[in-house]
């Protein structure tokens, strides 16, 4: 595989699970923030030939991939320039915080002859990769009740995951994963019922929680249950799905023994963590390995530019349903199974 030229955009919590993984696929990697901070890390891995730069310009001349790691509300407007630029997009989930905005996104990068990736990274967790597997053989059978779980303290380290308008709120910012990966499994979302309770505004300190369900219900009859939870600072990261069918059941819990944990990178605000397995390769490094072999020619990414328009457009029904207290219908849309 030709050597990969990419710019990190950011240089939070997602950029330092990020680079390592650009690094051990012999990437040059080329960092620009905002925050004083893309200086620090590339400090930290000068012996991989990391590089800081200070503006977007400048970035974009030494790169042929961009990955954009920052805030969720700056999401659209940097991808778009990328994509003019003619770069390949990475794109931390979700794509954006609205469907047009990433359906804008997605356009453009089709129309430019580039891909546009969203890093839905729990499609490349080993029990989640696992379980598609399994229920793509019809180990299962048809999906018919599916339940997962994602739950962590409230991430009072970055202010604007507290803030609706900028991130979605825990439905949008942190649910968006399991959404996606119950439409993988059980196909198409066409209604969608939300509950929020706890801290929904700016202002999230330390012991505030918040927590979102939904029920979705898939074209195919099948119906997942999502819960998510913002919690208080000592509760431990924990996911789980138990998904039954006709031919059996299959279930994980992150905290059970062999699990994956959360492992410090660098150094962090008290609390803030990112999921890693112990037990094998970090599931970032795979997930941007799939995204750098379809950059040379390989096979299409695991998860397409679509599936990221589609994950956005149940969390927004999700928490359209939360505001209104009442069901959303979703139509199926043609690029839907695209």
Not at 121 to 134: I, K
Not at 147 to 155: A, D, H, Y
Not at 160 to 177: E, K, N, R, T
């Amino acid at each position: 595989m030709a050597r990969l030229d990419v710019g990190l955009i950011g240089a939070g919590g997602i950029a330092r699970a990020h680079l390592p993984a650009w690094t051990a696929l012999g990437a040059r990697v080329t960092i620009l923030s905002t925050d004083g901070r893309a200086e620090q890390l590339a400090a930290k891995y000068a012996e991989f030939g990391v590089t800081a730069v200070s503006s977007l310009p400048d970035l974009l001349d030494r790169c042929t991939v961009v990955d954009v790691c920052t805030p969720t509300f700056t999401h659209r407007e940097l991808a778009l320039d990328a994509i003019t630029a003619g770069k390949h997009v990475v794109c931390e989930k979700p794509l954006a915080l609205t469907v047009a905005d990433a359906e804008e996104m997605t356009e453009a990068a089709r129309a430019a002859g580039v891909l546009l990736f969203p890093a839905h990274v729990v499609r490349y967790f080993p029990a989640y990769a696992a379980l598609a597997v399994s229920v793509a053989r019809g180990d299962l059978g048809a999906p018919a009740v599916l339940r997962f779980t994602r739950s962590g303290c409230f991430p009072v380290w970055a202010p604007w995951f507290a803030d609706p308008a900028l991130s979605g709120g825990i439905l949008v910012d942190q649910m968006i994963h399991d959404f996606d990966f119950a439409r993988l499994l059980a196909g198409d979302v066409v209604r969608v019922h939300a509950r929020l309770r706890g801290k929904q505004e700016p202002g999230a300190v330390a012991g505030d929680v918040a927590t979102g369900t939904a029920v979705l219900t898939h074209a195919s009859g099948a119906i997942s249950h999502v819960l998510g939870v913002w919690g208080l600072p000592d509760l431990p990261f924990r996911t789980t799905f138990r998904v039954a069918g006709p031919g059996g059941i299959l279930e994980h819990d992150s905290t059970a023994p062999t699990g994956f944990r959360v492992l410090a990178q660098g150094s962090r605000p008290l609390g803030e963590g990112i999921p890693r397995s112990p037990m094998t390769e970090s599931p970032y490094l795979t997930e941007l390995r799939d995204f750098a072999a379809a950059v040379a020619g390989g096979p299409a990414p695991r998860v397409s530019a679509r599936d990221g328009v589609e994950a956005v457009r149940i969390a927004l029904a999700a928490a359209e349903s939360a505001r209104t207290g009442d069901p959303v219908e979703l139509k199926i849309t043609e690029e839907a199974g695209l």
